[in-house]
């Protein structure tokens, strides 16, 4: 009886610690993302007290909004397909073969996803648009067309079916295809009935990540749609600063919230399927150097593939950045001439290394908490609605976000709207998720045991977390706090609403400059996405030498 009440006693104790946990992050999420949300809908959806619902049905009755939305979902779904055909091949060759430099090229691939979309814009717009590499040889230009969309989403996304698929397939244990081998299945049967099984859920994965990442574009699209293309996060913007028409903003809010929602819940289903359904080897026993003319003909592939699709576009944009003499566009930015910014374009460097430390400290402080509140596979449906809450700002309008910060959070007792407190904020939304999925694996894997006996010889719940979990989860906590940190530097859509005109981010500057005629303008654009994507690989380069195979796939 004694036992059972201290078992009893105990999980209530767990519970009380969790709940406690979770206490800050959903304050955090209720006052930053629900309230301003929630505020901007109630702006365009209510009138006189009174809930317009009936506007749902006026707003997606329009012909300009029905094309938006086929649009939206068309080219998302042509963006995960041609995307998974270009990225598994690249997975394969990452998971199962060895070869020179492999880690650096892990690196290069993934400097795309951690760029800010506006600067994969502006690359591929000194690409593919007028006046770039194939204008100047060919005469061909894209930027009008939907393929430089559907390439640039390759290149942001390429990175996520190598890092999600290849991180799976390089701990599959290769001797159960090797066994159906030698029972008489070709290669090719072998690979489909025991390996794509096993590979499916991951796969999955993938692909819906994908198609949020592009159902939600707004950088790319607003940089390389023109007015032909609009997505539905670009129509928000559309209709909220240009149009200021809220209450159809609210109506393709709400209808977005719905789409991702269920993307969410779908990419929830899978992930379990995933944690579940296999028995994995050490990674680092599964690659090998390439045999025979097969695999040396896919590594060429691959190696082409990314050279041309996600290097020369990089390589293009540094290019253009020195097409002045004597560093032109450079020294340009020291200066305050050009009437677009009230400070010299160069201060932006600055106010965004600023922002994004401060949006650092507040997404690993919330992140942290939230990850420990959800170590537990065994946690209730309270505790896992939480952990979608924590996903939802990754799909949600950052242009809604922003706009919401602006009308919700400009009076008191929360009358931040003239302080720059606002951007980190903001950015902090987007960096909390990547923390969280960073670090709940590595939680995860602590032994609870370790923690049982630390609290049974009568430490305190912050010296378990201190002595037990901190020392085996530091590594993963410097990766999450990297990824928090580069998400922060590009975020775009939430800040160029709140950022100030003295106070310029960079990717807000980039997007002002080329939003200007003349080629001074263009030129400083470039310099700037240069600087930018520096800063973005350098920290990358730096989370490589930090990372792990148990720090999750990002």
Not at 114 to 124: C, E, H, I, K
Not at 325 to 337: K, M, Q
Not at 439 to 449: S, Y
């Amino acid at each position: 009886m004694d036992l059972a009440r201290t078992e009893v006693a105990a999980r209530r104790r767990r519970s009380a610690a969790r709940l406690g946990l979770m206490a800050l992050p959903v304050a955090f999420f209720g006052l930053f993302f629900a309230y301003p949300v929630a505020a901007i809908l109630a702006r365009g959806l209510k009138a006189d007290g009174v809930w317009r619902l009936g506007r749902l049905g006026e707003v997606l009755a329009e012909p300009d909004i029905r094309h938006v939305l086929w649009f939206t979902t068309w080219q998302a779904l042509a963006s995960t397909g041609l995307t998974l055909l270009v990225a598994l091949p690249g997975a394969y060759v990452f998971a199962r073969l060895d070869f020179p430099g492999k880690q650096v090229l892990r690196a290069v691939v993934t400097v795309p996803f951690v760029l800010p979309t506006v600067v994969v814009g502006t690359a591929f717009l000194a690409l593919v648009g007028r006046g770039g590499l194939l204008d100047e040889l060919w005469g061909v230009r894209l930027d009008t067309t939907v393929w430089a969309i559907l390439l640039a989403h390759v290149f942001f996304n390429y990175a996520v079916v190598v890092r999600t698929v290849g991180g799976l397939w390089a701990q599959l244990d290769p001797r159960q295809e090797e066994a159906a081998r030698m029972l008489g299945a070709s290669r090719l049967r072998a690979w489909r009935t025991v390996t794509l099984p096993a590979l499916g859920p991951a796969v999955a994965a993938a692909a819906l990540m994908v198609f949020l990442f592009t159902f939600t574009s707004f950088g790319v699209v607003q940089i390389l749609g023109g007015p032909t293309f609009s997505t539905l996060e670009v129509e928000i913007y559309r209709q909220t600063s240009e149009i200021f028409d809220l209450s159809t903003a609210a109506v393709l809010t709400v209808v977005q919230f719905a789409a991702v929602g269920a993307i969410l819940a779908v990419h929830a289903w899978t992930v379990r399927r995933r944690e579940t359904a296999l028995r994995l080897v050490d990674a680092s026993t599964t690659a090998r150097r390439p045999r025979g003319a097969g695999q040396w003909a896919l590594l060429a592939g691959v190696l082409a593939s990314i050279a041309v699709l996600l290097v020369l576009p990089l390589a293009i944009l540094v290019q253009r950045s020195f097409d002045a003499p004597d560093f032109a566009y450079y020294r340009a930015l020291t200066s305050d001439d050009s009437n677009i910014f009230l400070v010299p374009p160069i201060e932006a460097i600055g106010n965004s290394l600023e922002y994004a430390l401060a949006a650092t400290g507040i997404a690993v402080l919330i992140g942290a908490l939230a990850a420990a509140a959800l170590t537990r596979r065994d946690a209730g449906r309270l505790v896992r609605g939480f952990d979608a809450l924590l996903m939802l700002p990754l799909g949600v309008s950052a242009v809604t976000v922003g706009f919401g910060f602006l009308i919700a959070l400009d009076e008191p007792p929360l009358n931040l709207r003239s302080t720059w407190i606002l951007v980190p904020l903001a950015q902090a939304l987007v960096g909390v998720p990547f923390v969280v999925r960073t670090m709940l694996p590595v939680l995860r894997a602590v032994d609870g045991r370790l923690r049982e006996a630390a609290a049974v010889l009568g430490a305190s719940p912050w010296r378990v977390w201190r002595e037990v979990d901190l020392p085996m989860v530091r590594r993963a906590l410097l990766v999450a706090a990297g990824f928090a940190f580069a998400v922060s530097l590009g975020e775009f859509g939430a800040t160029v609403f709140i950022s100030r005109p003295d106070n310029p981010t960079l990717p807000v500057a980039v997007a002002r400059l080329l939003g200007r005629a003349g080629e001074l303008n263009y030129g400083q654009a470039m310099a700037l996405s240069t600087i930018l994507m520096l800063v973005c690989a350098v920290a990358l380069l730096v989370l490589e030498r930090l990372r792990t195979d148990r720090t999750g796939e990002f």
